[in-house]
């Protein structure tokens, strides 16, 4: 059974900076995709950032790039997200998503989820 557990959310001011972590066990790490997703509330789910199994590949949505960086360490089974100079648009519940298969931007593509982790950014 593949199990993802996020930490690292909080509530924080405009302009301050997290870093989510999300930790993998049950599966092989190294082979999974992985990608960030939140959810607003009343909003779907959408896409923030994801990282190939191999890290070679990296996307990110527009509303976020150059502020957020995906990364991994496959020694920890650990993903990160780390977001700078956060925005109160960027409020919601984060979640992170594994797929052994598939390099997607899409939430429908991926397997396995964590149980999301809040972050509020106050203006």
């Known amino acids: 059974q593949v199990q993802l557990v996020e930490s690292g959310g909080g509530l924080v001011q405009a302009g301050a900076s997290l870093r989510l972590s999300c930790v993998v066990s049950g599966g092989t790490f190294s082979r999974y995709n992985m990608g960030w997703f939140r959810q607003a509330p009343g909003k779907e789910r959408e896409f923030v950032a994801a990282?190939?199994?191999?890290?070679?590949?990296?996307s990110y949505a527009v509303s976020v790039e150059g502020r957020f960086t995906i990364s991994r360490d496959n020694a920890k089974n650990t993903v990160y997200l780390r977001m700078n100079s956060l925005k109160p648009e960027d409020t919601g519940v984060y979640y992170c998503a594994a797929d052994s298969f598939r390099y997607s931007l899409s939430p429908v593509a991926y397997n396995y989820w964590g149980q999301g982790a809040q972050v509020t950014v106050s203006s």
């Open positions: 990282m190939s199994w191999s890290g070679g590949s990296t």
